[in-house]
C-alpha cells in the first residue's frame, strides 16, 4: 500500500517562484531597454530584442505563475527562460562593447 502524497505547499511555492522569476525578468528587460536607448540606431535594435525576449519570457512564466492546467512544453520551459536570460546578458555585453 503506498501513501497519497501530499504536495503541501509546493505548488503555491512554485507559483510565487514562477512570479519572481518574471518580476526579475521584466526588471532586467527594463533596465536593457534603458541603456539601449541611450545608443543610437544599433541600440534601438537592441532594445526592439530585449522587448522580444521580454515577451517571449512572460509568456513561458505565466502558466506556471498562475498555475493554470500542467504545463505543456514537455519540460522545456527552463531552456526556453535560460535562452531569453542569456539573450538579455548578450544584449548587456554588446551594449558595453558598443560603448554605451
Given at each position: 500500500m ?29 533596465l ?44 522545456r ?7 531569453c ?16
Open positions: 503506498t501513501a497519497a502524497r501530499d504536495p503541501g505547499l509546493q505548488p503555491e511555492r512554485t507559483r510565487l517562484a514562477w512570479r519572481r522569476a518574471a518580476l526579475a525578468v521584466t526588471v532586467v528587460a527594463i536593457t531597454v534603458r541603456l539601449a536607448l541611450l545608443a543610437d540606431r544599433f541600440g534601438a535594435v537592441l532594445a526592439v530584442l530585449a522587448i522580444l525576449c521580454w515577451g517571449v519570457a512572460i509568456k513561458l512564466c505565466w502558466r506556471r505563475a498562475v498555475g493554470t492546467g500542467v504545463p505543456r512544453t514537455g519540460g520551459t527552463y531552456g526556453a527562460v535560460g535562452l536570460i542569456t539573450g538579455f546578458a548578450l544584449i548587456g555585453v554588446v551594449l558595453v562593447a558598443y560603448g554605451v
